[in-house]
């Protein structure tokens, strides 16, 4: 797979970074991260040369580390030589070590906190696709580029022949909504076609089309979203009640668990616009209330799974094909080392009581 934007970063950063390539790559723009797209069995320094050079963008993710850490430098240098399009990206409120002012004192810079992190990921969206729209536009004043003029007309014809195809297509646009305007003045409009409620419009699209009514329950509602307390749960107004939705089949850190925090963020970062839509499952051994929940075009049970900000829950995810998918979305996680798996040994949350205990008793 060819890939669009090179993502420098330091280890200590790999949390932020794994939450801006997940946003990138939702809209199309495809990382080169590493240690997941290094080649298994490739030298690491001859794999980031590559990635560099096979990138026509590069991203700079900037944090304290970061900022002191030789590896990044020469990612810097390497991409200014190759004369990449840096974007740098502050993940912080420090001062720019004197080696990476050298390559980018001259560049525009975003900075991401909490506060900022959603509206700059737009942004940061916008930039990266023009970056790529000029990479593949090709510059009408080079002479060497231009196509010849062998006719050797005047600019006023060239301008004619172009117009004539908008013209053409002008006229059949007309064409169209005259013979429609005429067709509905005279027959009498067809009912509109009923279409039955179903309970998948909370569901990505890979899923509505295999998971039925049947096995789902009536109850689609939708509702604002006014606090994300954990990475299992979402605290919505529905029906002017204040209501809290537990994530189905899924099961985030637990506190006091490494990368809590993290998913929590992860999950708030997900929700578009404060909206989401829920299919609504009933309660679960402990009283919460279970959904599969969306907001915009993700799916939030599973992309939290993708980005390994959760396990699946396999006692309790039962829903198929559902369920499958979000297994094979955890190995994939787990196989990149994404998120809560970049640690030796993960525990998952309910087993993190006992082992809790152990220890103390130890």
């Given at each position: 797979m060819d890939h669009d934007v090179f993502i420098s970063h330091s280890s200590q950063s790999s949390t932020a970074a794994t939450t801006i390539v997940h946003q990138l790559e939702q809209n199309d723009i495809h990382c080169w991260l590493a240690p997941r797209d290094l080649d298994p069995g490739s030298e690491w320094a001859e794999g980031i040369i590559d990635g560099i050079e096979g990138c026509p963008v590069f991203l700079l993710l900037l944090c304290p580390h970061a900022n002191s850490s030789p590896q990044v430098l020469r990612e810097v240098e390497r991409a200014v030589s190759k004369k990449k399009p840096i974007i740098p990206v502050m993940l912080g409120n420090f001062t720019l070590s004197k080696s990476l002012e050298y390559f980018i004192s001259s560049h525009h810079?975003?900075?991401?906190?909490?506060?900022?992190?959603?509206?700059?990921?737009?942004?940061?969206?916008?930039?990266?696709?023009?970056?790529?729209?000029?990479?593949?536009?090709v510059p009408s004043s080079s002479p060497q580029e231009a196509p010849p003029n062998t006719h050797n007309r005047p600019a006023f014809f060239a301008r004619k022949r172009a117009v004539l195809p908008l013209i053409a297509l002008l006229f059949l646009l007309l064409s169209w909504l005259f013979f429609h305007f005429?067709?509905?003045?005279?027959?009498?409009?067809?009912?509109p076609p009923t279409v039955p409620k179903t309970t998948t419009q909370a569901l990505d699209h890979s899923t509505q089309a295999t998971i039925s009514e049947e096995n789902l329950g009536p109850d689609v509602v939708s509702g604002e979203v006014f606090g994300i307390p954990n990475g299992n749960v979402v605290k919505a107004r529905i029906h002017g009640k204040e209501r809290e939705l537990r994530l189905y089949g899924t099961d985030a850190p637990a506190p006091q668990q490494e990368y809590n925090e993290e998913a929590r963020a992860f999950l708030e970062q997900l929700i578009i616009d404060n909206r989401i839509r829920a299919?609504?499952?009933?309660?679960?051994?402990?009283?919460?209330?279970?959904?599969?929940?969306?907001?915009?075009?993700?799916?939030?049970n599973k992309e939290m799974i993708r980005a390994g900000y959760a396990w699946k829950n396999t006692k309790h995810c039962q829903k198929e094909p559902l369920c499958s998918e979000m297994g094979k979305l955890e190995q994939k996680a787990r196989a990149q080392r994404l998120g809560l798996w970049q640690g030796d040994n993960p525990i998952p949350p309910w087993e993190w009581p006992s082992h809790q205990k152990l220890l103390q008793k130890q």
């Open positions: 810079w975003l900075e991401f906190s909490p506060k900022t992190a959603r509206n700059n990921t737009k942004i940061l969206i916008d930039v990266i696709h023009k970056k790529l729209s000029n990479q593949d536009r005429f067709r509905h003045h005279f027959e009498s409009p067809a009912p299919t609504l499952l009933g309660k679960d051994d402990r009283g919460h209330t279970e959904a599969i929940i969306s907001s915009g075009e993700a799916l939030l």
